[in-house]
């Protein structure tokens, strides 16, 4: 960090949402407690919720109660935090509400603002209507934008223009958590930050790759929203494709926000389609039925509360795709995701290809293979041959462990703290720009298009299980097999 900080006055709008209490506040708070945000920062709670400031502050009392260990709350940093608050009801369609906010942001016109929209997509153009109508929208300003942006990308393209008619593009920072995760951040270094690991990189010496985000937990009390989404909206357009741009890209000239995103929108521009009869062919969509988590019964997702009870939405989505250049070009990526899965992890796997040919006789040679692993835990692995100990020359496998070194830190920051941190001192590089989006969006249409068309249902799989047997199938044709779950 080491630049001076800046003043801000950072507004989250749906600040009384799951969203902002259970992870944004938490994240001002750990950013606030070391140090990071600067002496008069304020944040600005605004809902519509009727509710004082004292009522805002319970909830967010309550809210770190469950989610802020208490040895990570001493009483003279948590009471800094609070008193940088305050809170304001206001309708976000209504601009003759927003007077309170206005009357605050006055008091300090050259501040840099930061508007966190942490509300659904629909609510993104009137927002940004009425910043703009009320002249709230200095240089210094930007606004956060909470995925998914849009459903498809009619309503993706639409919502944009919408708030680029009031933001410029550089002020818009399209949050994408993912790329905010330490061991993501990790992985950039290593491939950008070694010889050794982008010199293998590349089709010759990589077999394939996979990406599993699975998820133990069902729907929740998010039925509304994810009824009508599902997983491969709400997961593989956003944060498994953002992993794949990623792993994928060509090493960027420089970590320029938009160097960066050049590169990562060249990936998504080079994936294979996957359309029409290659959709039933390689796109897996399954759905949760009734099953057992740790002994108890959790129900199936049609009958889970707010879904329709004849819902088609999937739950799982497994897939496998191509990226039409040199570097990868015969390499295929697995992409899989899944709620109520048996267990909550998610990684990236890059597994490299079988040693050419073995002097050591009989003895099995693994592959060699980097797994990035985001939880529950946050490492990277790398599987090596090395020596058994003893006089023979007894190969084992030997795994080395590259994580970043946490030693002496009591908090491994969350992706939104590094985020946050981000849109207020102005960097945009791991944020989403308006083509990358919408290009993710084109590539994920021809498969909802067929779904559609097709009208059938997700196949079925027990809750806690991992996923519909063709996920496996998928991998099995290929004589592989998922690198987590086939054990
Ligand atoms: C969100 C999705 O973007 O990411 C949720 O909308 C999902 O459905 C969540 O549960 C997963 O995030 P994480 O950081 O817990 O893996």
Redesign the pocket.
């Known amino acids: 960090m080491g630049a001076e900080l800046q003043d801000f006055d950072f507004v989250i709008v749906g600040a009384t949402g799951d969203l902002a209490l259970r992870k944004l506040i938490k994240a001002l708070y750990y950013r606030c407690r070391d140090g990071q945000l600067a002496g008069n920062g304020r944040i600005l709670g605004a809902s519509r919720a009727e509710l004082d400031r004292d009522g805002y502050i319970a909830l967010i009392e309550e809210a770190a109660e469950k989610h802020i260990p208490a040895e990570h709350r001493r009483p003279e940093d948590w009471s800094r935090f609070l008193a940088r608050i305050d809170y304001m009801t206001m309708d976000a369609f209504d601009c003759a509400s927003y007077g309170e906010l206005v009357k605050r942001l006055s008091e300090f016109p050259g501040r840099v603002r930061v508007f966190y929209l942490s509300t659904g997509s629909k609510l993104f153009a009137p927002i940004c209507r009425c910043l703009h109508e009320l002249d709230l929208i200095t240089p210094q300003s930007r606004v956060v934008l909470e ?1 998914p942006v849009g459903h498809d990308l009619e309503s993706a393209h639409e919502i944009n223009q919408q708030v680029l008619a009031c933001f410029d593009e550089a002020q818009v920072f399209r949050i994408d ?2 790329l905010g ?1 330490e061991p993501v951040q990790n992985l950039m270094v290593l491939r950008f930050g070694n010889t050794m690991f982008e010199s293998l990189w590349h089709q010759t010496y990589i077999d394939h790759i996979q990406i599993t ?1 699975a ?1 133990s ?1 069902g729907v929740e009390s ?1 039925a509304a929203f ?1 009824d009508h989404t599902g997983a491969l909206r ?2 593989v357009q ?2 498994l494709l953002q992993l794949l741009c990623i792993i994928a890209m060509e090493p960027p000239p420089s970590i320029d926000p938009n160097v960066v995103r050049d590169e990562k929108l060249k990936v998504i521009r080079a994936l294979r389609p996957i359309a029409g009869r290659d959709v039933d062919n390689y796109v897996v969509r399954g759905q949760y039925q009734a099953g057992a988590v740790d002994g108890k019964p959790v129900p199936a997702y049609v009958r889970e509360s707010g879904v329709e009870a004849q819902s088609k939405t999937e739950t799982f989505v497994a897939l496998k795709t191509y990226i039409d250049n040199w570097r990868w070009a015969k390499v295929p990526f697995y992409l899989r995701t899944g ?1 109520r899965l048996a267990k909550q992890v ?1 990684e990236i796997v890059v597994q490299f290809k079988d040693v050419p040919h073995s002097i050591f006789g009989e003895a099995e040679l693994p592959a060699n293979r980097l797994t990035i692993r ?2 529950p835990s946050e490492e990277i692995g790398l599987l090596l041959s090395g020596k058994r100990v003893g006089t023979g020359m007894d190969v084992r496998d030997l795994e080395l462990h590259l994580d970043a070194d946490q030693r002496g830190i009591d908090h491994v920051p969350d ?1 939104y703290e590094r985020l946050l941190i981000d849109a207020i001192e102005g960097r945009a590089t791991l944020f989403v720009r308006r083509d990358e989006l919408e290009a993710a969006w084109g590539w994920i249409e021809p498969i909802t298009e067929r779904w559609r068309k097709q009208g059938g249902r997700p196949e079925s799989y027990v809750a806690s299980t991992w996923g519909p047997t063709a996920a496996a199938s998928l991998l099995a044709r290929d004589n592989r097999e998922w690198d987590v779950g086939s054990d």
């Open positions: 995925k958590h993912y995760k985000v998820e937990l998010r994810y709400d997961m956003s944060h709620k998610s985001l939880q992706a």
